[in-house]
């Protein structure tokens, strides 16, 4: 197999500089623009996307994306890139992106799977300059030696790879579909349903998020001097676990049973749900199975007679609340155990949030199913990499 520059491959673009395209020129309605934070596993994030207007667009059409592009991350996580398919053409990228348009002689697909390995991602960080904020530019991106079989090899690895992609995107969409209909069904049996406003239904009253809980646990780092207490027994949840999960599925860190019994009465059972109040606070997710986490989550463990899920929406409707009361003034958001416990909520009759249970429960439960096999699709695709792009597996009596 040929080895060739990337530079000789492929055109790369820096994004617009800052003279060029200021944050005041966003728009509400527009094309989007994707920067470091938009870049996802093979696809673009849609959180928080910015919108330059056609004028802009105009004005800036160098930086307009189109099918078959890579978006790099030009600052901090270096490694990260996404593909560019057709449901994204036409959008931009930012400043802080980097633009890898490959010619005709390599498959845009593979290329992009190529820099998904581990060995081509460790070689992009350790061209990386700056200690505390690492980059990369054009020329430092384009050193990179890219491993080219055969056109018909590398359309063929990219379709085998792609496919379980495909399902795994398959399935993020049936979860946020579900999502949807889980927090339209909380919205019509406990927001709509209060007929006027002051007046609380029969059987339901004023609390706290105390009295929803059979406990509240801030979590606690166990000493990472002790490197017995970590394993791979309990799922360790921190901050960057909790993104765009909505259960608690996979984690970075895993205790062991030694240091989970450092930390007396703060395992979490399942469905409790975990709420971030430090730093980026106001993120969720449930526990999908017994877990612990770090001192910058505050947990709700559910009373038996109340709903976890009623518990898991409630918990999405209160970021700005946890934001108000842990800034204090300040930036940065701090929200202490005793703040969040006493936030104060409207408590449902126990005989409808039991119904509502039984209701939204098979949609969490397909929802669990899907993370857990999306998780395995992921082992297997990370798994099948190398060995495909080495040679080790053999493609050519594979027929696309």
Request: negative net charge; proline residues 4%; contains cysteine.
């Amino acid at each position: 197999m040929k080895k060739r520059f990337l530079r000789d491959i492929a055109e790369i673009q820096t994004g617009p500089f800052g003279s060029q395209l200021h944050k005041d020129d966003y728009v509400d309605v527009g094309t989007p623009i994707v920067t470091v934070e938009h870049l996802g596993c093979r696809v673009f994030s849609k959180q928080n996307l910015p919108m330059v207007s056609d004028t802009d667009k105009s004005r800036l059409s160098k930086y307009v994306l189109k099918k078959g592009d890579i978006v790099f991350s030009r600052v901090g996580s270096v490694d990260r890139c996404s593909f560019v398919d057709q449901k994204h053409d036409g959008w931009m990228f930012s400043g802080r992106c980097l633009r890898v348009r490959p010619s005709e002689e390599v498959d845009s697909l593979f290329l992009y799977y190529f820099f998904c390995l581990n060995t081509t991602k460790e070689f992009v960080r350790s061209i990386a300059v700056g200690a505390t904020m690492p980059s990369i530019n054009t020329k430092l991106l384009g050193e990179v030696e890219v491993v080219c079989p055969q056109i018909e090899e590398q359309r063929k690895i990219a379709d085998i790879l792609s496919k379980i992609d495909d399902k795994i995107e398959e399935n993020q969409k049936i979860n946020e579909n579900l999502e949807q209909q889980t927090k339209a069904l909380y919205q019509s049996w406990f927001v709509d349903y209060m007929p006027f406003e002051g007046i609380i239904p029969e059987g339901w009253h004023k609390g706290t998020l105390s009295d929803l809980a059979d406990a509240i646990i801030c979590g606690k780092t166990p000493s990472t001097k002790h490197s017995e207490y970590y394993g791979n027994e309990v799922p360790f949840i921190t901050i960057p676990d909790m993104h765009n999960q909505i259960y608690a599925v996979s984690t970075e860190r895993s205790l062991s049973t030694v240091g989970v019994a450092s930390q007396s009465g703060k395992m979490l059972p399942r469905n409790s749900t975990c709420v971030s109040c430090i730093g980026t606070a106001g993120l969720v997710c449930m526990v999908a199975e017994a877990s612990q986490t770090n001192q910058q989550i505050n947990s709700i463990v559910p009373s038996p007679d109340v709903s976890p899920y009623y518990i898991y929406l409630l918990a999405k409707t209160l970021s700005d609340t946890i934001q108000n009361l842990g800034s204090g003034g300040s930036t940065i958001c701090n929200l202490n155990k005793r703040q969040f416990s006493a936030i104060e909520v409207l408590i449902p009759s126990v005989e409808s949030m039991q119904k509502f249970d039984k209701t939204v429960g098979p949609l969490f439960e397909a929802i669990h199913i899907n993370q857990v096999e999306n998780l395995r699709l992921a082992e297997l695709r990370d798994t099948l990499l190398p060995k495909l792009m080495s040679g080790e597996i053999d493609v050519s009596n594979i027929q696309l």
